[in-house]
């Protein structure tokens, strides 16, 4: 059983930057994809970043394209997501989840494949 715990969520201010953090317990981290996804109020949860097990290969939505950047240290069993340029349409609950996956370069993009989830953690970009 693998506990995912997100940090770093908070208010700010539209164009600026804000780093999430998912701390991962109770499993072999680097055995799992990791991806980020958020929901909006009214909305579908919606895919936000993947990176594969050893952090060679990400992929992302097209939203956040160019502005998120999501990483990984498998020695401290955490994964990240870097924001920039933050848009008032960025605010969301932001959920870390993991996919136990063999293959080394494989980025899960959808939800329905991950495994386990975290609480989330609330970003609230005001513009």
């Known amino acids: 059983q693998v506990q995912l715990v997100e940090s770093g969520g908070g208010l700010v201010q539209a164009g600026n930057s804000l780093r999430l953090s998912c701390a991962a317990s109770g499993g072999t981290f680097s055995m799992y994809a990791m991806a980020w996804f958020r929901q909006a109020p009214g909305k579908e949860r919606e895919f936000v970043a993947a990176?594969?097990?050893?952090?060679?290969?990400?992929s992302y939505g097209d939203s956040v394209k160019g502005r998120f950047t999501i990483s990984r240290d498998n020695a401290k069993n955490t994964v990240y997501l870097q924001m920039s340029s933050l848009k008032a349409e960025d605010t969301a609950v932001y959920y870390c989840?993991?996919?136990?996956?063999?293959?080394?370069?494989?980025?899960?993009?959808?939800?329905?494949?991950?495994?386990?989830w975290g609480k989330g953690t609330l970003v609230t970009v005001s513009s």
């Open positions: 990176i594969s097990r050893r952090g060679t290969d990400t």
């Open positions: 989840a993991a996919e136990y996956q063999y293959n080394y370069y494989y980025t899960p993009r959808t939800s329905g494949a991950m495994e386990y």
